[in-house]
């Protein structure tokens, strides 16, 4: 088995490169020969997509962490609105999402990985003692923790959502984002990087900037990717959960029946991009859903009860507008540094 070890190690270094997307790029022939278009045509529109930040530059997705994090926590905390609390979200290496919204006495949720339950408590400690956050007469701000296991995932397809802009264009013919108009060959541009098509490697250029020839960067890099380091190499959505301008939902719910016909439906749902198995009081289930708007979240909510009705129980979920996702960088900066040697990367 590969072992990923000191910043001194090829493959460290080359698994830094491929995560980052250096040496990885949007093939533009690629693009103009399956979409049967001028290859200016299509840079001008590569072009616009990154620059109004549709899409994340191509990189290969680090899948390494739920091995070394096999732990999730959700932390609702109640935290000042101030620029430190901004830079630590985006400075501190457990932390991959922080969502500003009011819940309860919180107002703050985040979303975190460890290894297991004494990394979260050490790391609790560690904020307290290096005053990584305000604290109140010496402790942690009020907060209430979630923890649900990474081993448990029973659907992890962030770019699920895209299917939903396609539906939007068959309606309209486009997606506003903004002042930016998504059209449908630039949105069949989009789907194609999202599954992966047209993104090339410049083993070259990687073998220069890390010292070795050509066939040893396929040879690990092939290695890496069987053995579930990384994935193949993808455009994301940068806010990662939901395409620009939609509504995230974390949802728990009680499925007291049919629950595998209830997970083999949401495996299907473009609006599911996340779910887990979980246990937690009567909840089974935690989902990450992408929404339009709340409208469309409600249609949806029918629509499962429709599905199965005497099935869902409890239900608990929470709301997210596009604005309240904070900007943690996920495109150009990593998660952190596990043990000091390994390097955790974006997701």
């Known amino acids: 088995m590969m072992t990923v070890t000191t910043t001194n190690d090829l493959n460290y270094r080359l698994l830094k490169s491929l995560v980052y997307g250096s040496g990885v790029s949007v093939n533009i022939h690629c693009l103009s020969q399956n979409l049967n278009k001028h290859r200016n045509t299509v840079q001008d529109k590569v072009k616009n997509i990154f620059e109004n930040k549709v899409l994340t530059p191509p990189f290969f997705p680090f899948m390494g962490i739920f091995k070394e994090y096999p732990l999730l926590v959700l932390v ?13 979200f985006k400075e501190d290496p457990h932390i991959f999402a922080a969502l500003r919204s009011r819940y309860a006495e919180y107002n703050t949720l985040l979303i975190a990985y460890h290894k297991d339950i004494t990394s ?3 790391w609790q400690e560690q904020l307290v003692t290096e005053q990584k956050v305000p604290l109140i ?12 296991s990474n081993q448990l995932i029973i659907k992890y397809d962030p770019n699920a959502s895209v299917y939903l802009l396609e ?5 309209k013919g486009y997606v506003q984002f903004g002042e930016y108009k998504l059209d449908k060959l630039s949105f069949q541009i989009v789907k ?14 990687l073998a220069k900037e890390l010292g070795v020839n050509r066939k040893a ?3 690990r890099t092939e290695k890496l990717m069987r053995e579930r380091w990384v994935s193949t190499p993808v455009c994301r959505f940068p806010n990662f959960f939901t395409p620009p301008a939609y509504m995230l939902t974390i949802c728990k719910l009680e499925i007291k029946s049919d629950k595998q016909r209830f997970i ?14 979980v246990k937690e009081g009567k909840y089974n289930l935690l989902l990450f859903g992408a929404f339009k708007n709340l409208e469309e979240e409600l249609e949806w909510e029918i629509k499962q009860g429709l599905f199965l009705p005497d099935s869902i129980g409890h239900v608990d979920i929470q709301y997210f507008s596009a604005k309240s ?11 952190g540094i596990i043990d000091k040697k390994y390097m955790c990367f974006r997701i």
């Open 167 to 171: 539906e939007e264009i068959r309606k």
């Open 325 to 335: 996702i904070v900007e943690i960088g996920q495109t150009n900066v990593s998660l």
């Open 137 to 148: 007469n010496g402790s942690l701000p009020p907060n209430s923790t979630s923890f649900f």
């Open 264 to 277: 083999q439906n949401i495996r299907n749902d473009p609006h599911i991009t996340l779910a887990f198995d």
């Open 76 to 88: 609702w905390i109640q935290l000042p609105y101030k620029q430190e609390v901004e830079n630590w």
């Open 217 to 219: 960067i396929i040879k």
């Open 120 to 122: 979260y408590q050490l």
């Open 192 to 205: 194609l990087l999202m599954k992966s098509k047209c993104i090339k490697i410049n083993e070259t250029r």
